[in-house]
């Protein structure tokens, strides 16, 4: 089945000990991104990536790190996660290296850092 | 910034009636995509419908239709005979050319039996 996935679903750590939410999708897609999504703010962009090895910022980059080492995982990493980085958080995939394709979003990953 | 904006936080309709939802948008780009994204309870992020700038002809999937007004710079979301599996959040969203995707702060649809 062709779709995204994200690890975990849920997660809930502390303030400053750093984490990795996995972002995996089997469609041989160029594009990906992460955003989070906020009560009233809708969704924001983090980081996406046009292909392998590259990768730009988006509306809110900081306090989050990104690598593409393989076209199928875009891992998004939290360094010292702090309180304001609880949110729920969307990876994304779409065929080509243009935003305006269609984006294949995964499960989402909900997030809750004490 | 290029933003999207929908004026309208919580709208609700009656089941088998017709709703509309608004979204207006700025943009500097001639060519650029509109889409209408929705987000049932269970926070999956489904694409309903998108519009390419450069067709004049409004795009529709079944009971969903768009009222697209490129002077005016709307993409309004029309969705006909509501039916209780449209209840969501709607987001409308904006991309192209060298803009990012943009999402809407969104629109929680009601759906009344």
């Known amino acids: 089945e062709a779709q995204v996935t994200q690890n975990p679903r849920y997660l809930i750590t502390v303030t400053g000990k750093k984490l990795t939410v996995t972002c995996s999708q089997n469609m041989n897609h160029e594009y990906m991104s992460w955003y989070r999504q906020d009560p009233g703010l809708g969704l924001r962009q983090i980081y996406y990536s046009m292909n392998v090895e590259v990768t730009d910022k988006g509306d809110v980059p900081e306090g989050y790190k990104v690598s593409r080492k393989e076209k199928r995982n875009f891992p998004l990493i939290l360094e010292s996660p702090s309180p304001n980085q609880t949110s729920l958080y969307f990876c994304?995939?779409?065929?080509?290296?243009?935003?305006?394709?269609?984006?294949?979003f995964g499960p989402g990953t909900r997030l809750t850092v004490l | 910034a290029q933003t999207v904006t929908q004026s309208q936080p919580e709208m609700s309709v009656q089941e088998a009636e017709t709703v509309t939802l608004s979204c207006t948008y700025d943009t500097s780009e001639s060519d650029y995509y509109l889409f209408w994204y929705k987000q049932p309870p269970s926070r999956q992020m489904i694409l309903v419908i998108r519009q390419e700038a450069y067709k004049q002809q409004n795009a529709t999937e079944n009971r969903f239709s768009v009222n697209f007004q490129k002077a005016a710079k709307s993409f309004s979301l029309k969705i006909s005979d509501s039916q209780l599996g449209d209840a969501a959040m709607y987001f409308c969203?904006?991309?192209?050319?060298?803009?990012?995707?943009?999402f809407g702060k969104g629109t929680k649809l009601t759906v009344n039996p």
């Open positions: 969203a904006k991309a192209g050319g060298s803009e990012k995707l943009v």
């Open positions: 994304a995939s779409s065929p080509r290296g243009q935003q305006w394709d269609e984006q294949f």
